[in-house]
């Protein structure tokens, strides 16, 4: 498997943020072609010291980085992305690898 993970920090306006990425940003993101699993944080985002300055985490699953690739650079992966600054103003880090079974 292969994931991209966007990592979000907090933004200016939490509701907002939150409101916008459930009604608007999931189901396009859910429209991009190759995606198996898309799934999000619940609660805080912590670390050993406490606050990570991390309102939300992202994992979306693909099968290979290949499809990764494809589905980033699809129409509606480009809107997906696009759509990041609509919402996402404390900023976001995207991530993506090939995972192995330990």
């Known amino acids: ?28 993101a859910k429209t991009i072609p190759g995606l198996r699993g898309y799934d999000i944080s619940a609660g805080p985002v912590d670390g ?15 099968d ?7 589905a980033l650079s699809s129409a509606e992966g480009q809107a997906a992305a696009g759509d990041l600054a609509n919402f996402a103003d404390g900023g976001v880090d995207l991530m993506f690898f090939d995972t192995k079974d330990v």
């Open 48 to 62: 050993p010291a406490g606050d990570t300055g991390v309102h939300l985490v992202a994992t979306l699953t693909f």
């Open 1 to 28: 498997m292969a994931k991209l993970i966007a990592i979000y920090k907090t933004p200016k306006d939490k509701q907002a943020f939150d409101a916008y990425y459930a009604s608007t940003h999931i189901p396009l």
């Open 64 to 70: 290979t980085m290949a499809d990764i690739m494809s």
